[in-house]
């Protein structure tokens, strides 16, 4: 009696076991499937193995960079006569992930916000302030929480204009396109809403197929997805007039060597020192319907 009570019992937990790995397994499924849409799970299980070993490799392989010094700053080329006071100064705010940050820059006045703010000095003739609001590994949601924060709305209130880059953590975390397209709404809704006047430049998902760094099936599998998650990006920018999308895809820039910082992943200080020439002029015109805008090698 007791032998037999004994083997009920073992065969009730292997039962339960069985139904926990099953629900495991369905939730596994469940979580692919949301977060890779339109892909299948037989093709992302026959993509997995060659994925994961290098993701693990890059991962490994890729230096870890600080970030640029100097998140705050003052740029002015006007005459060493003229005296302004720091109240009048002119704002620029660049919002956003490594890129923003200047992961593999050394000092942000040769990053996009140094560099920016240099130029936007020229052309108003008068001190512009940059400051940087950004944290490396970043993606739409957490840039958008960031910005909903009372220190960060008062820095957004008084810009003149905010860069913003993000897009390539969501590729790479494999966040859905309705994520995306959620927390990129929800991030431009909070700027326009704090301050409707300014001009906002939403920086395109790089082709993330040419990062030196990145393996070549890698790199293509995530470009693809960069592709469809800036096309979601200028379908969302397209409804706010003070927003412009600035694409880098197909642009041939990356494509140069000089472009990347030394991890084969960041942008160099030349590639900042180029986005920032264009953004100025970007920034300096007004949007027209179904404005996007290439990156040129003349620029």
């Not at 499924?29 to 993509?47: E, F, I, N």
Request: proline share 5%.
């Amino acid at each position: 009696m007791k032998s037999a009570t004994m083997g009920a019992m073992r065969d009730l937990l292997a039962e339960r076991r069985s139904s926990g790995v099953a629900r495991a397994v369905r939730r596994v499924r469940s979580k692919v499937s949301s977060r890779a849409p339109g892909c299948s799970l037989p093709t992302l299980l026959l993509r997995a193995p060659a994925l994961i070993v290098q993701g693990r490799r890059v991962r490994h392989d890729i230096a870890r960079l600080p970030s640029a010094t100097a998140r705050e700053g003052v740029a002015s080329t006007v005459p060493n006569g003229s005296h302004f006071e720091p109240e009048d100064d002119h704002h620029l705010v660049v919002l956003g992930d490594s890129v923003a940050d200047g992961v593999g820059i050394e000092h942000h006045r040769d990053s996009i916000a140094g560099r920016l703010a240099c130029r936007m000095s020229e052309r108003f003739e008068h001190p512009v302030a940059w400051h940087v609001i950004a944290r490396s590994g970043a993606d739409a949601h957490d840039v958008s929480l960031l910005a909903g924060t009372d220190a960060v709305r008062s820095e957004l209130a008084r810009a003149d204009a905010v860069v913003v880059s993000v897009g390539v953590n969501d590729v790479k975390n494999l966040r859905t396109e309705d994520a995306w397209r959620t927390s990129l709404r929800t991030l431009l809704d909070t700027i326009t809403e704090v301050n409707p006047l300014v001009q906002v430049v939403l920086l395109g998902v790089p082709p993330i197929q040419e990062f030196p760094a990145m393996p070549t099936f890698l790199g293509h599998t995530l470009g693809s997805r960069a592709l469809r998650f800036d096309a979601v990006a200028a379908n969302v920018v397209a409804t706010y007039p003070n927003v412009q999308h600035y694409l880098l895809t197909e642009s041939g820039l990356l494509e140069q060597d000089k472009a990347f910082a030394e991890d084969g992943f960041h942008p160099s200080a030349w590639l900042h020192r180029k986005l920032a020439k264009r953004l100025d002029a970007l920034i300096a015109e007004p949007k027209r319907p179904t404005d996007t805008h290439l990156l040129t090698e003349a620029s």
